[in-house]
């Protein structure tokens, strides 16, 4: 297979950012995204110039680490997979692919296809744990959980916080990021006990940071590699709504 | 002369821990507060580490090479963790873990410390259950749990085939937590470069800051090494692809024992190679053999579909030649009983080097959703990789590099042999001997961090409390940083024609070949005499672009591939060393007369503790004997 790649380049964050031809060929169907641009990154090594760089690790779907927008869609064209699980023989032949990295204002970009995500630490950080200190846990199955309850937790519990959720939507929202670790831990008793306070501090820090407003599109939905349903958000806005009425009942 | 002490307490084996835990000193909270401690990696071990010393009131310090904790490896593992809680009431205990591990190590663990390590695993599960982990449950809502390899219990707790993700993400919640307290600091995107050693004691790292290439200083009154395992030395492995050897190599080089570097498990269920632009090896999970059966063709060059071949004419040869565990036997014999099939050329698939595993009788006895909710994300994930659906026809899979059972050399208290220097998880040797059962990582990693370092450690530091902050303008830091810059420049005024990336291709095909899953002495001969050369030629023809000031990722690469050499070789020499076969470890001229590994317990019932001597020096071994007292040792079979 043969391609014409656009490829985003940019030296630094400071740095004016342009888009980059390439021709590659000989390229294998079996071959993965990412393994397109590693032999892409060989030629021009071996030709002298410097590689894109772009940002990997498990390659198998579950770390969060890659993350590109591939013709306008975060992750590609192929729903529910990552970048890294993306694989050639889902392009046709002879087809131009652009590649850039994640377009929001809360992810500035630090070098060619790789972003700053460290806002969504920031979130998580604000409150996204149970206060449990190590020692204390009480016997496992001394509290028993429904399994719809928990299966449900742990739907959510799949964000691999890769940022597609950002990526897609046009307002920059996180809110379905936040919402996945908000539902997951007000579902279990374990993380209910705290489940009022965490969603205000969580959901302030995201406003803090530069996240969006929910664009009601449900563009994070479509493009989480994880499939994470944007119920979540509508159970995040029940949380953060009961958590402030609650407080001016207080 | 480094005489090695594994300070195993005396007593009881069920008592030795509690009462050696009550016997060691602490730290008072005042006190804690004026210690440093660095934490490198922030994986289930060192999050946890972390995390839990953070809580204690110490000054934490912690570092990860990408951009966010929760990245690190523990992430992708899949199939579980055990504990000894015998809910399924099937007769399982802290002593049958124990047990278990040390014969599916094939008697090459300390007995101490693998009790601990069952002992402790109970604890675990409450933790992470504390902390919001959905762990599968039954509609009674309690917690599920499900077989493993190697054992005859139910012992493995899941969340599907993602129970690394849901206990790292746990993990990575309390280290944020800690963060967000102020007592941990994170420091992401920093390699560790050289450890610095002040007289005799770990006191500090060098980093290099992977966004801007200035090398940083950071200082601690200990050190501990959270830094996973160096099965990426293979190239081609389960592992994810910025795992590397470079932070528990530079303690190696500066007098940290590496123990049993040739113990590298070969995980049998994983996607097989599919084209030679392979940049990793997807791993099928374990579980997976609780319900799909092992075959191939019971006639060599078959060209039939798998769905068309009949039951007769199938060689379930798990199945066939290990009746009492069949499928799940444990992970080395699987391995070599998978090679010994494409061997002799049962094999399938173009390159006849894969076997299937097939889900129809399952699929049939269970419903499609029965295992769908077991596997789901693995089978969607194999039809991903490969364009095949495992509903409908086997999965074909193969052996790959998976976890490495050796690491740095620790005593009961998981320190090194240099002082202040401790190392935990994977990059430890401690717990798993010549082979590691599945889901004992995760426990073992979180034993570590949680319930064991945070005692021992304060044993150590009880005798800091008067050291002041060290000082990171000591000449130990100048030489350290001095000595990371002139190999990163040695490495950048190279400038070949020839990509890091396929130097480590070569390398890892040398080791696969000549140190892999059957090895001998004139292959391992040759493997160190092919490393010397290409590690030769490596320093002539490597090409590293760009500078060494800035974001470069060719660079970091470069700067592990080039200790991948020396790790390569001293793997060779271990297994050179080692006589016999045992667990992973299998040398081709000791097998029975059935193929099995064949042990010399009168001459190799030791651990392997090598020190460096610089490069190209053969490494000086020091022996630590293992001492038997509450199992006997016999001929590991699961026939």
Partial sequence: ???????????????????????????????????????????????????????????????????????????????????????????????????????????????????????????????????????????????????????????????????????????????????AKVSQMAMLPQGKVEAKDRVEKMVAKMDEVGFGFCSNTYGCEYDCPKGISVEFIAQMNREFFSARVCKSKR | MIKLDSKIPKGPLADKWSDYKSSLRLVNPANKKKIDIIVVGTGLSGASSASALGELGYNVKVFCFQDSPRRAHSVAAQGGINAAKNYKNDGDSVYRLFHDMIKGGDFRAREANVYRAAEVSNYVIDHFAAHGVPFARDYGGMLETRSFGGVQVSRTFYAK??????????????????????????????????????????????????????????????????????????????????????????????????????????????????????????????????????????????????????????????????????????????????KERCDAGYGVGDSGLSVYLDFKDAIEKQGKKGIEDKYGNLFEMYMKITGINPYEEPMRIYPAGHYTMGGLWVDYNLMTTIPGLYSVGESNFSDHGANRLGASSLMQCSGDGYFILPYTIGDYLADEIRTPRIQTDHEEFDKAEKAAKERIDRLMAVNGKQTVTSFHKRLGKILWDHCGMVRSKEGLQKGIEMIDQLEDEFWKEVKVPATAGEYNQELEKAIRVADFFEVGRLMCQDALDRDESCGAHFREEYQTEQGEAKRNDAEYAHVSAYEYKGNRQSEILHKEPLVFENVELKERSYK
């Avoid at chain 1, 004016?16 to 090594?45: C, R, W």
């Avoid at chain 2, 392979?278 to 099928?284: E, F, G, R, Y």
């Fill in chain 1, 1 to 179: 297979m043969e391609f014409k790649l656009k490829i985003w380049r940019q030296k630094n964050a400071s740095a004016k950012g342009k888009f980059e031809n390439h021709t590659l060929k000989n390229v294998s169907a079996e071959m993965s995204f990412l393994q397109m641009l590693d032999y892409l990154n060989q030629q021009i090594i071996e030709s002298g110039g410097e590689p894109v760089h772009f940002e990997h690790d498990c390659r198998e779907g579950i770390c969060g680490s890659c993350g590109l927008y591939i013709n306008g869609r975060p992750h590609g064209p192929v729903t529910h997979t990552t970048t890294c699980e993306l694989h050639m023989r889902e392009f046709e032949d002879n087809s131009t692919i652009v590649i850039e990295p994640w377009r929001s204002k809360a992810f500035s970009v630090i070098k060619d296809l790789v972003v700053d995500r460290s806002a969504f630490e920031k979130v998580i950080r604000a409150g996204g744990f149970v206060n449990v200190n190590t020692g204390s846990a009480q016997e496992a199955n001394n509290i028993p959980i429904n399994k719809k309850i928990s299966d449900r937790a742990f739907d959510a519990a799949v964000c691999i916080g890769c940022g597609a959720c950002v990526a897609a939507c046009k307002n920059s929202s996180a809110m379905l990021f936040v919402s």
């Fill in chain 2, 161 to 338: 085939g993602q129970t690394g993700q849901q206990c790292l993400l746990g993990t990575y919640s309390s280290l944020s937590r800690q963060i967000a307290k102020g007592t941990v600091t994170m420091y992401e995107r920093r390699d560790m470069l050289d450890l610095v050693v002040i007289d005799g004691k770990a006191r500090g790292i060098i980093t290099r800051n992977l966004l801007t290439g200035e090398l940083e200083r950071h200082s601690a009154h200990a050190v501990v090494l959270a830094t996973g395992g160096y099965g990426t030395v293979f190239y081609l492995s389960t592992l994810a692809l910025g795992s590397n050897a470079s932070a528990a190599w530079a303690a190696h080089r500066k007098g940290a024992l590496f123990a049993n570097p040739s113990f590298i498990q070969i995980h049998p269920t994983s996607i097989p190679v599919l084209n030679d632009y392979q940049s990793k090896l997807t791993l099928m999970s374990e579980s997976l053999r609780n319900d799909g059966r092992v075959w191939v063709p019971k006639e060599k060059d078959e060209n039939r579909h798998p769905n068309q071949i009949p039951e007769a004419e199938r060689d379930y040869y798990l199945e066939r030649r290990y009746p009492a565990f069949g499928n799940l036997v444990p992970r080395d014999v699987a391995s070599r009983a998978a």
